[in-house]
T-cell receptor, first 111, second 114 residues
Framework: GQQLNQSPQSMFIQEGEDVSMNCTSS?????WLWYKQDPGEGPVLLIA?????ELTSNGRLTAQFGITRKDSFLNISASIPSDVGIYFC???????????FGTGTRLKVLA | EAGVTQFPSHSVIEKGQTVTLRCDPI?????LYWYRRVMGKEIKFLLH????????ESGMPNNRFLAERTGGTYSTLKVQPAELEDSGVYFC????????????FGSGTRLTVV
């Protein structure tokens, strides 16, 4: 089946640093989404991207939909302690009505 | 509006026992999804309901898993008999429409089979 390769698997960074993570696929998608999961909670949608090449921001978060439609990245600028959690990318292909998720990037922020 | 509610939040059962997970979607959301995350791996699709009908159950691991959504409201996912490899976090999600607009997820049920 389809798989998304998400990297890195985990990151330890200092508060104030910028963070970058990405997802790649062997298949194309119509939509890329980025979710964050806090401990004990379900994933929460951060950003949705609908067009190849699209660059979208949500506060300190910026995500891009790759030109080839097979990849996406998420950047977090000036990280703060509450950025801690697991970040998941997800790809969606029209007509399938389900998302393919990456394995997640666990982010830890050191104050 | 109330979010997606899942019960229980945690369950520890012995191999061979039966467990039933429940999900209450956001009121008015016709689409309900079950996903599962085994530790360290991706969140994997199990199945999709539109109202009370199963739209896609291609992700169900085997016939030990049974999902129902009677009346098109809440849904249950029963595992019978449970095996060790069934351990993981089971997420339910709902959305008002199909398509790539994002779901609202519940907090999940952490199932541990010992």
């Amino acid at each position: 089946g389809q798989q998304l390769n998400q990297s890195p698997q985990s990151m330890f960074i200092q508060e104030g640093e910028d963070v970058s993570m990405n997802c790649t696929s062997s298949s194309i998608f119509n939509t890329w989404l980025w979710y964050k999961q806090d401990p004990g909670e379900g994933p929460v949608l951060l950003i949705a991207l609908y067009k190849a090449g699209e660059l979208t921001s949500n506060g300190r978060l910026t995500a891009q939909f790759g030109i080839t439609r097979k990849d996406s990245f998420l950047n977090i600028s000036a990280s703060i302690p509450s950025d801690v959690g697991i970040y998941f990318c997800a790809g969606y292909l029209s007509g399938t009505y389900k998302y393919i998720f990456g394995t997640g990037t666990r982010l830890k922020v050191l104050a | 509006e109330a979010g997606v509610t899942q019960f229980p939040s945690h369950s520890v059962i012995e191999k061979g026992q039966t467990v039933t997970l429940r999900c209450d979607p956001i009121s008015g959301h016709d689409n309900l999804y079950w996903y599962r995350r085994v530790m360290g791996k991706e969140i994997k699709f199990l199945l999709h309901f539109v109202k009370e009908s199963k739209q896609d159950e291609s992700g169900m691991p085997n016939n030990r898993f049974l999902a129902e959504r009677t009346g098109g409201t809440y849904s249950t996912l029963k595992v019978q008999p449970a095996e060790l490899e069934d351990s993981g976090v089971y997420f339910c999600a709902s959305s008002p429409n199909r398509g790539g607009y994002g779901y609202t997820f519940g907090s999940g049920t952490r199932l541990t089979v010992v």
